[in-house]
């Protein structure tokens, strides 16, 4: 005899409540790409997608738009972020969870966690009365002395120090990107087991070579994760890039100078635009950078999951 189990109407109830919040997260994701395409339309119709994602020129005088030199400060500037960040971030986390005395773990999580709720607009502030004068003053007139005459690498300290250029908005950005990594760096190391590290450490392994070869290895999934996040932050960052990145529609190899992102853009010359061609290629400019940060978010997963499989076997 087959018994038939009847369903609790609390857990069907609770099934469609979460399922229809899950479908929203969808619903929404598809609302934003179809106004985006939708009011990007005559910018598509007119340069197309090969001409506007590989045009230098932003013109809205002859309403002639590219979108290369914002996809260039884009990149660029979330490169260097990322690049100072990550190991400060790893760091931090290293220091918190193996190096640290138990006092001082406490209010340095709370530092970390409060660097992460300082608003946007406030780092770029920060960024431009306070950073941006020792920037010019000091710091970057250093770097040019110690690296002008280096082949190659002297091409990026190149030109006059001014303080609102690639290299300060990456430095801004960097220090917001940290708390992210390192709080979920954190996280993670702690997660490792006890004995895993007490048998290294019976072996006669040392802090270091325990941190190397136990803790990031074991975590490696969690910290990648964490840089991830950063990653999508450091794209879509907006007010505190604009205050000291300038808004130069222009690739350039020195550091030192002025450029444009693609948000920087948006929020300097959304109100502005006063032709629909003008309007519509902002739009196309948002409908990028959505792009963008969906494949390099659906790239990040697909590593991070093969990392899994690979990790679990």
């Not at 690498?153 to 290299?167: E, H, K, S, W, Y």
């Not at 430095?171 to 940290?178: C, E, T, V, Y």
């Amino acid at each position: 005899m087959i018994r038939t189990t009847k369903k609790n109407p609390v857990d069907m109830i609770f099934s469609v409540v979460t399922g229809a919040a899950s479908f929203t997260v969808i619903i929404f994701i598809v609302a934003i790409l179809y106004e985006l395409v939708h009011q990007s339309g005559p910018a598509i119709e007119r340069f197309g997608i090969w001409k506007f994602l590989s045009s230098t020129d932003w013109n809205p005088v002859t309403e002639s738009f590219g979108a290369l030199t914002n996809i260039y400060g884009t990149v660029l500037t979330t490169f260097l972020s990322l690049l100072m960040a990550i190991p400060v971030a790893i760091g931090i986390a290293v220091f918190v969870t193996e190096i640290s005395p138990n006092v001082m773990k406490g209010p340095i999580g709370i530092a970390i966690e409060l660097l992460a709720a300082i608003p946007s607009i406030i780092y770029g502030m920060w960024g431009l009365f306070t950073l941006s004068p020792i920037m010019s003053t000091y710091i970057e007139p250093f770097l040019k002395n110690i690296f002008a005459g280096v082949p190659v690498v002297g091409i990026l300290f190149q030109g006059t120090p001014m303080g609102i250029d690639i290299l300060t908005a990456s430095i801004i950005l960097s220090i917001m990107i940290i708390p992210f990594t390192a709080s979920i760096s954190r996280d993670s190391f702690n997660l490792t087991p006890a004995v895993v590290k007490e048998s290294a450490y019976a072996l006669g392994a040392t802090k270091w070579e325990v941190v190397r070869d136990v803790v990031i290895p074991y975590s490696k999934l969690g910290v990648f994760g964490g840089i991830v996040l950063s990653l999508g932050r450091a794209l879509g960052e907006t007010m505190a890039v604009a205050f000291v990145l300038g808004n130069n529609h222009r690739i350039t190899t020195s550091l030192f100078d002025a450029a444009a992102t693609i948000t920087v853009t948006l929020a300097n010359e959304f109100a502005e635009a006063d032709t629909d061609i003008y309007l519509s290629s902002l739009f196309y400019l948002a409908l990028v950078l959505f792009v963008m940060s969906f494949i390099t978010l659906a790239a990040a997963k697909f590593f991070l999951l093969k990392a899994e499989r690979k990790y679990s076997r």
